[in-house]
């Protein structure tokens, strides 16, 4: 029996304005859990044409192969780490992201660490809250002009973070497997070696993807390499650092401080080590948990309906054969 609309599975909320739009032209339907068998019984019963996901669950070869009616799987964000791309090209399934969704609400989050760190913010609160003013003799802070700033991955949210840094009169150094000649020129930026970019830097911030190339990019031996009065930001994802190494180089001293958004687990137990370290400050995977940066990530209903309309997506992360 011929379906009247499209289905397409949403494994978590978007924003209202793209749930109507979708809802005008397609039946949405939503699964009770997030595990992967759960994901293919479901897919497989309703026979879903498309999948939009978030953070939770994922999007393998097993839930591929329950759903031989699916054309794409948008991410709801940027990461598509939880997405098995090779086999949704296998599969002949468009995936795509929103790479512009986050890239001003991460770069002001990283910002944000950046000057806390800095300026030793969280410690002087809880200073003055103790009546510890005192702590004024003991404050370490300092200035960000003229120190020199590491990008990890000069993307879109690395290019971002750049543009802040120059309102700060900060050096910019930079490491991606691309090379980018006008960004190098517009920020007075070299590009570099990732062990010359940690030796040199006095901040250091992460904006690549996660995938086989950079899971545990930084371990032991690169934070070795960084400076001991530098800091180290982490608004990508958690597994690019050894957790672990992070917390034994806060609390040996070989590093002075650290500000992370992400984990690994995503949720850390109560007793990881880096809970117990003073120098580090944390977020709550919140960096993009603007109103803003949600309404531009929800725009990956557009390029599902481009593709359930037989047109190509505007982000394809894969390429597709069309009829």
Not at 137 to 146: I, Y
Not at 272 to 278: F, I
Request: charged fraction near 25%; include cysteine; proline fraction near 5%.
């Amino acid at each position: 029996m011929k379906k009247s609309k499209p289905v397409v599975l949403v494994v978590e909320k978007i924003h209202p304005t793209y749930l109507a739009k979708l809802e005008r032209v397609a039946r949405v339907v939503r699964p009770d859990a997030f595990d992967e068998t759960t994901l293919a019984t479901f897919a497989a019963a309703e026979q879903i044409d498309a999948i939009i996901i978030r953070t939770k669950g994922c999007v393998t070869e097993k839930i591929l192969r329950a759903s031989p009616n699916l054309k794409i799987v948008g991410r709801h964000g940027i990461g598509v780490d939880h997405i098995d791309i090779d086999a949704a090209t296998s599969a002949g399934v468009w995936v795509v992201n929103t790479p512009e969704g986050s890239r001003v609400a991460v770069a002001e989050h990283t910002w944000a660490m950046i000057l806390a760190l800095a300026k030793n913010g969280p410690r002087a609160d809880r200073a003055v809250r103790a009546g510890d003013y005192a702590f004024r003799e003991r404050c370490k802070s300092f200035e960000l002009r003229g120190k020199t700033l590491g990008i990890v991955g000069l993307g879109r949210i690395g290019t971002t973070v750049a543009e802040i840094a120059q309102a700060f009169g900060m050096k910019i150094l930079y490491t991606d497997l691309v090379k980018f000649p006008a960004k190098e020129k517009r920020f007075k930026a070299a590009k570099v070696s990732l062990k010359k970019l940690l030796s040199s830097s006095d901040v250091v911030t992460l904006h690549t993807p996660l995938d086989a190339s950079t899971e545990g990019m930084i371990c032991a031996e690169q934070l070795s390499w960084m400076r001991p009065s530098a800091f180290l930001i982490n608004c990508a994802r958690g597994a690019i650092i050894d957790g672990y190494a992070l917390a034994a180089a806060l609390q040996s001293g070989k590093l002075e401080a650290a500000g992370l958004d992400v984990f690994v687990p995503e949720i850390p137990p109560r007793d990881h080590p880096l809970l117990k370290c003073e120098n580090a400050i944390f977020a709550p995977h919140s960096a993009a948990q603007t109103p803003e940066a949600n309404l531009a990530y929800a725009e990956v209903v557009d390029d599902v309906l481009r593709v359930l309309n037989g047109k190509r997506p505007t982000y394809p992360l894969n390429e597709i054969k069309m009829s």
